[in-house]
């Protein structure tokens, strides 16, 4: 990475403010272990507006400083900040103008703030070590929240730490894992080994707590994929030989097993899974289907879907007999599945440059991650952006994360996309993140 001789760089008191201050935003919020009901969605939380809007002041500051470095990020994710513009844009034809244009505002506000982060940043590995250093604290305060106050912190589906709901702690706990699993295999002293171990087993320990079955399947999943990392480093040709093909003789037993069904899909999908419906979930995956098909251009308004308010609620015009008829409105606010619920807010064409953004920035990521001698010696934290934007693609399966404002996988995702396909911000040696080696 080369620098140039006239940056300014931000003050480092500055880059350490962006940096943690959006990492503690992102995984600890603003109001931990409180919940809120959907009139406080619809009306929005001050404290929220109060930290978001001093973090992107500081960020203009950071951008205005660094604006060379600035306009090559933009130009490196013209992707990324096309679909943010579609977002906003989106408040000429939304049903509630209103709520687009808060909620589209707030999600540009927190890219320029990620822009800021990534802009100022001094070293990949460093980032990696800050981001796992905090992931590390938060998980510390989940498990003390469960252990001191678990009428907060448990329901009776699981460990739900200082978040709203299990399934977010889950993912959070699985993001914890992956990232502190690869942390831990590119250090070399014994010390910073046993540190990273430690962390992964309190994260591990809380992931089980959560008991989310999707978040601890995907974190296994994606440590088995990050195993083919190892591989590929140092087997080179051979093993990505072997790995596509294994992939390819996998894709032949599924069609050869689709074709024995007599092309059932579900009597498939039941060979691998229980409960073919996820809990659920494909009636609500039917539902959202069927209203991204009432505006499947340019869908609904960014934001303008879910938590309208009770009277407005979707779910309202669905005639009673059903669980999804039935269930207490504002209670669903999310299509759990990213991809839905994406189309949903901008419309099926959008998802498509959503899903190829993400997929171009991993692959970029992956590239670097295999190189023989990736710059900085950063071949980890490359790998750790790969493989996190690879769980994030499967985890919107079956959760809406994709792209969906101010949600921690989401805001961790948009500042991995600009690190992985921006060339921008030089190492700078004499620059060190406190605590970081």
């Known amino acids: 990475m080369e620098a140039d001789a006239d940056r300014k760089p931000p003050p480092e008191a500055l880059r350490n403010l962006l940096l943690y201050g959006y990492l503690i935003y992102t995984f600890v919020g603003t109001k931990p272990f409180a919940a809120t009901s959907a009139a406080e ?3 929005g939380n001050p404290l929220d507006r109060f930290v978001v809007l001093g973090l992107f002041a500081a960020s203009i500051y950071a951008l205005w400083r660094e604006r060379v470095v600035a306009w090559r990020l933009c130009r490196d994710n013209a992707l990324l900040f096309a679909i943010i513009g579609f977002c906003q844009l989106s408040v000429l ?23 800021a982060v990534a802009v100022s940043e001094t070293s990949l590995k460093r980032f990696h070590t800050a981001l796992f250093a905090t992931l590390c604290g938060v998980i510390v305060v989940n498990l003390a929240g469960v252990a001191l106050v678990p009428s907060l912190a448990v329901s009776d589906i699981g460990a739900k730490g200082l978040y709203t ?32 171990l430690g962390g992964v087993a309190l994260a591990g320990v809380f992931l089980v707590l ?40 996998a894709l032949c037993v599924l069609f050869g097993l689709y074709v024995a069904s007599d092309f059932d899909a579900e009597a ?6 229980k409960d073919t419906t996820f809990t659920g979930r494909s009636e609500l995956w039917a539902f959202a289907y069927k209203s991204i098909m009432s505006h499947p251009w340019l869908g609904h308004g960014y934001g303008a879907f879910w938590d309208v308010g009770d009277d407005n609620d979707p779910l309202a015009r669905l005639e009673p007999g059903t ?11 999310q299509a759990h599945n990213g991809f839905l619920e994406l189309g949903l807010h901008i419309g099926a064409p959008m998802v498509v440059v959503a899903v190829i953004c993400v997929l171009r920035a991993m692959g970029a990521a992956a ?19 790969a493989l996190i934007l690879f769980v994030h693609v499967l985890h919107n399966f079956t959760e809406a994360t994709l792209f969906m404002r101010g949600n921690p996988f989401c805001n961790l995702v948009v500042l991995l996309i600009m690190l992985a396909r921006s060339d921008a ?11 970081c080696a």
């Open 41 to 43: 969605r619809v009306e």
């Open 425 to 435: 911000a030089p190492a700078r040696s004499s620059s060190k993140i406190p605590g």
């Open 268 to 273: 498939v999908l039941a060979l691998f899974v």
């Open 165 to 196: 709901q299990k399934n977010m702690a889950g993912m959070v706990a699985m993001i914890a894992v992956i990232v502190g699993v690869i942390w831990t295999v590119g250090q070399s002293r014994g010390k910073d080994i046993l540190l990273g």
């Open 323 to 333: 669980w999804l008829g039935d269930v207490d409105k504002g209670v669903i606010n």
């Open 210 to 249: 959560t008991r989310s079955k999707t978040s601890i399947g995907l974190a296994a999943t994606t440590l088995g994929v990050g195993v083919l990392f190892v591989a590929v480093q140092h087997l080179g040709q051979k093993a990505a030989l072997v790995v596509l093909i294994a992939l390819a003789l």
């Open 93 to 115: 034809w939304s049903a509630y103008p209103g709520l687009s244009l808060r909620r589209a505002t707030l999600f540009t506000m927190l890219t320029v703030i990620a822009a």
């Open 367 to 385: 590239t670097k991650a295999i190189e023989p001698s990736p710059r900085g010696g950063e071949r980890q934290a490359y790998a750790m952006i």
